[in-house]
Antibody
């Protein structure tokens, strides 16, 4: 049974950066993608980007391309999402989610982390 | 990017009701349409993938249909545990996008 465990809540100042981790408990990610999804307070789900840790290949949603960097340590089964130049409106819960294997990229997100609340406040 | 539009944004229903939620894509996505359920304070949970395939463990009262641009999630016999927000997601393009959500209350 795959479990994705995310790092704890963060409070950051505007203009700073945050780095959130997502660890596959009990296993690595294999050849699956790891995706990041944002949910602002009271709002819907927004896909930010994804990475296939075993290959290091990445894709980003247009609106996050300039400020988000996805990385992964395949050996430890940990993926990271770093966002820079934080704004008040980046206050949200950030989820990681496992997607399909590298040769099945259209598969859904079947396992999700518990979410990490990032609060941007002065 | 492919835009996903869900309707309605919210609906009121009672236990035992048949509930239908629709999702429309801005371009054809074949059958690469997934549905998720989210409860307050929790991560989304995959219900249905590729339009109509139930994820393991999902009750058979949930069903999905459609193709191309128009899709439907149906709950046949709403149960107390089903009051939640439902999201569609297209995975035809790997620039994944979600619908805005439908709150079932």
């Amino acid at each position: 049974q795959v479990q994705l465990v995310q790092s704890g809540a963060e409070v950051k100042k505007p203009g700073s950066s945050v780095k959130v981790s997502c660890t596959a408990s009990g296993d690595t990610f294999g050849s699956h993608s790891v995706n990041w999804v944002r949910q602002a307070p009271g709002q819907g789900l927004e896909w930010m980007g994804g990475i296939v840790p075993v290959f290091g290949t990445r894709s980003y949603a247009h609106q996050f391309r300039d400020r988000v960097t996805l990385t992964a340590d395949e050996a430890t089964g940990t993926a990271y999402m770093e966002m820079s130049s934080l704004k008040f409106e980046d206050t949200a819960i950030y989820f990681c989610a496992r997607g399909g294997e590298w040769d099945l990229p259209r598969r859904p997100f079947d396992y999700w982390g518990q979410g990490t609340l990032v609060t941007v406040s002065s | 990017d492919i835009q996903m539009t869900q309707s309605p944004s919210s609906l009121s229903a009672s236990v035992g009701d048949r509930v239908t939620i629709t999702c429309r894509a801005s371009q054809t996505i074949g059958t690469f349409l997934n549905w998720y359920q989210q409860k307050p304070g929790k991560a989304p949970n995959l219900l249905i993938y590729e339009t109509s395939t139930l994820q393991s463990g999902v009750p058979s009262r949930f069903s999905g249909s459609g193709s191309g641009t128009d899709f439907t999630l149906t709950i046949s016999g709403l149960q107390p545990d089903d009051f939640a927000i439902y999201y569609c997601q297209q995975s035809y393009s790997t620039l994944f996008t979600f619908g805005g959500g439908t709150r079932v209350e």
